[in-house]
């Protein structure tokens, strides 16, 4: 790794996102201060700024992170200094006292580092009286809180675009990929072509990956978010087409694996190859349609109905292609039954 790679992230966040929160971080030292004016609402501004995350859910979760690490560290340094007093050396007892309560209480690694950075915060900059370490715990909560509502009433994020993006890719390739296994049993391949073909299967995988966790996550920013209610439904519609085609990804990548193992240039000369590839067209066409794509076959007006509407029924094979073509036979059957669920 580089030294951009290390500091430069792959996608930045978005100005909107900065700027909620810019705003939830002023808010909350604003807030604070009027508050308790007694110190820089330093723990009041750093919650705010940590809080607003990509999502009203995760701001919830990151807030009480934050509160519990706060509690726990300002906890700690009030003790140690009761106890020891204002030695230097009681900064480093804390922190490491710090992280073996985190240990033993299991607690998260952000959890666990919080409480050892109040810990030191507090003892660095604080006093050893309690009602100091009450103020910052105050504090804190506010912070978090500004940042919770901060959140909610800008524009709550809603990543659908990059889920529904993501699923359209999947379906999109899922249905080029049925569409070159097609191809290549009514066209001869070369040793190189098939190879290529199996590593273009092979990619639905991490597709497939990139849609799920895509999907997760708008799932997750649903949770608490004052607009689910208007999107509930097509997340659902779209958790349901994943769950549909991924199967079908398991189907394609075994059809090509058995092609690109048993190949034969003669397939092409197998009646039962041909139709076997014409029922794979016409599943791509399906996947599209399913998929919602826009170029599913513009011209025909059939192109909106499903094409593989019926089970193919198909002669005995001759001797050398049997068990290819059986095996195309059942990975296809068991595509049907899932496009017959989309339908």
Do not use: C
Not at 47 to 57: E, F, K, R, Y
């Amino acid at each position: 790794m580089g030294l951009a790679d290390a500091i430069r992230a792959s996608k930045r966040p978005s100005l909107l996102q900065v700027g909620k929160a810019a705003i939830a971080t002023v808010a909350a030292w604003v807030a604070a201060d009027w508050v308790i004016d007694d110190q820089l609402p330093v723990f009041a501004a750093i919650a705010a700024m940590l809080v607003v995350q990509p999502s009203v859910n995760q701001s919830l979760g990151k807030a009480i992170e934050r509160s519990i690490g706060v509690v726990g560290g300002v906890l700690v340094a009030t003790v140690l200094s009761l106890a020891f007093g204002d030695q230097g050396w009681v900064v480093i007892l804390a922190i490491v006292v710090s992280m073996g309560l985190a240990w033993a209480m299991r607690m998260t690694a952000g959890t666990a580092n919080q409480v050892a950075i109040s810990a030191m915060l507090v003892l660095a900059l604080g006093s050893d009286s309690p009602s100091y370490a009450f103020a910052r715990v105050v504090e804190t909560v506010i912070g978090a809180a500004i940042g919770i509502v901060v959140n909610v009433l800008i524009v709550p994020p809603l990543p659908l675009a990059p889920a529904r993006r993501d699923l359209q890719l999947l379906g999109g390739e899922l249905a080029a990929s049925l569409d070159r296994l097609a191809g290549a049993l009514v066209g001869t391949r070369t040793p190189g072509q098939l190879a290529g073909l199996m590593v273009e299967a092979r990619l639905l995988r991490p597709m497939l990956a990139s849609a799920e966790a895509s999907i997760l996550a708008a799932e997750e920013s649903l949770m608490l978010n004052p607009r689910r209610s208007a999107h509930r439904q097509d997340l659902a519609d779209q958790r349901a087409l994943l769950e549909r085609l991924s199967p079908i990804v398991t189907q394609v990548i075994g059809m090509t694996r058995a092609l690109v193992d048993r190949y034969d240039p003669t397939i092409v000369e197998e009646p039962t190859a041909a139709a076997i590839a014409e029922q794979l067209r016409r599943a791509s066409h399906d996947v599209r349609l399913a998929a919602h794509l826009a170029d599913v076959e513009p011209d025909p007006p059939t192109s909106v109905i499903p094409a593989l509407t019926s089970h193919l029924v198909v002669p005995s094979p001759k001797s050398n292609h049997w068990i290819l073509i059986g095996s195309l036979l059942e990975d296809l059957r068991r595509i049907h039954e899932e496009l017959a669920d989309l339908e």
